[in-house]
Nanobody, 132 residues
Framework: QVQLGESGGGSVQAGGALRLSCSASGYTYSTYCMGWFRQAPGKEREGVAAIGSDGTTIYADSVKGRFTIAKDNAKNSLYLHMNSLKPEDTAMYYC??????????????????????????WGNGTLVTISP
């Protein structure tokens, strides 16, 4: 049974940094497409960043240059390093996984808009709040 668990969320001021972590179990982690998604109040869930089995990454334009996705296959862990945080980054952040690699081959814009449809497994989320 695939299980994902996020941690690392919190409240920081604009300009600050956070590192989100996602621990995974129940599957061959290294072969999956892994991603971070977020959902702000009143908005749809959107893709933030993804990383494929070969290490190829995708980023939403809104986070490029500020966020970095990384994974540690030995620890079955996924990370999202977030720097220069802005109030508009406030959201619930979710870790997700897909056994198929299709989502990790999307264009940046398609990943943001519809990537979440292709992910099979989800964590419960961790809340990130950025104050002005």
């Amino acid at each position: 049974q695939v299980q994902l668990g996020e941690s690392g969320g919190g409240s920081v001021q604009a300009g600050g940094a956070l590192r989100l972590s996602c621990s995974a179990s129940g599957y061959t982690y290294s072969t999956y497409c892994m991603g971070w998604f977020r959902q702000a109040p009143g908005k749809e869930r959107e893709g933030v960043a993804a990383i494929g089995s070969d290490g190829t990454t995708i980023y939403a334009d809104s986070v490029k240059g500020r966020f970095t996705i990384a994974k540690d296959n030995a620890k079955n862990s996924l990370y999202l390093h977030m720097n220069s945080l802005k109030p508009e980054d406030t959201a619930m952040y979710y870790c997700a996984a897909s056994s198929g690699l299709r989502v990790c081959g999307y264009s940046d814009s398609d990943f943001v808009r519809v990537g979440y449809y292709g992910m099979e497994y989800w964590g419960n989320g961790t809340l990130v709040t950025i104050s002005p």
